[in-house]
């Protein structure tokens, strides 16, 4: 084959146009994947604080910590849904901790706690390493009949991160084999184009 013929330099170009092509459509995938994953896991951090909340601000002037982590084990539930849950009342003593999850995804006493200025004003999201892995934990403040507590709900990034592996690996895969399929009209043309007629 003639590395200098028009044939070639057309062929070269196309498979380096499907070859871009096929990137950002994968590149596209791989961000909006992980966009709506993790909103999916914001709005479910979300209502799961909003129901440890509606305890909390339920609960009468005079009530026991025990009382609060009871109620939060009934209705949330952490353990069993692989979510990391802890309260705090103002200044600084703990109400309630969750324990280790189902699957073990995380160790909660390795969780980090709020560095900075506390109580504070608003909800504050934010990732925090835990034992060599990402975790997406929600902090609200809020005030009740029995004093102002900060609520810290957070769950694990390792699903997120290992589907987000596994398309990629998938991506690295199926891209250069498409990109070859794709190319395989070009290349038959231009042997057409080469072989003359009778």
């Not at 596209?28 to 993790?38: H, P, R, S, T, V």
């Not at 809020?142 to 592996?165: H, K, V």
């Amino acid at each position: 084959m003639n590395h200098r013929s028009l044939a070639f330099r057309l062929a070269v170009w196309y498979a380096l146009l499907l070859s871009a092509t096929f990137a950002l459509v994968g590149a596209g995938m791989f961000y909006g994947l992980e966009q709506y994953l993790n909103s999916s896991l914001r709005d479910s951090l979300r209502r799961r604080s909003t129901q440890v909340e509606r305890i909390v601000a339920r609960a009468p002037a005079n009530v026991v910590d025990a009382a609060i982590g009871q109620s939060i084990n009934t209705r949330v539930a952490p353990e069993f849904n692989n979510r990391f849950v802890r309260v705090t009342r103002a200044p600084a003593s703990l109400v309630y901790q969750s324990g280790a999850p189902a699957d073990r995804s995380f160790d909660p006493q390795a969780v980090p706690p709020i560095v900075g200025d506390w109580p504070m004003q608003d909800t504050v999201q934010r990732t925090v390493t835990v034992q060599k892995q990402h975790m997406m934990v929600y902090a609200t403040p809020m005030d009740s009949a029995s004093g102002r507590y900060l609520i810290e709900l957070g769950s694990s990034l390792q699903p997120i991160e290992a589907l987000q592996d596994r398309l990629l690996v998938l991506l690295g895969v199926l891209l250069p084999a498409a990109t070859c399929w794709s190319t395989g009209p070009c290349d038959r043309w231009i042997v057409c184009r080469r072989v003359p007629s009778n």
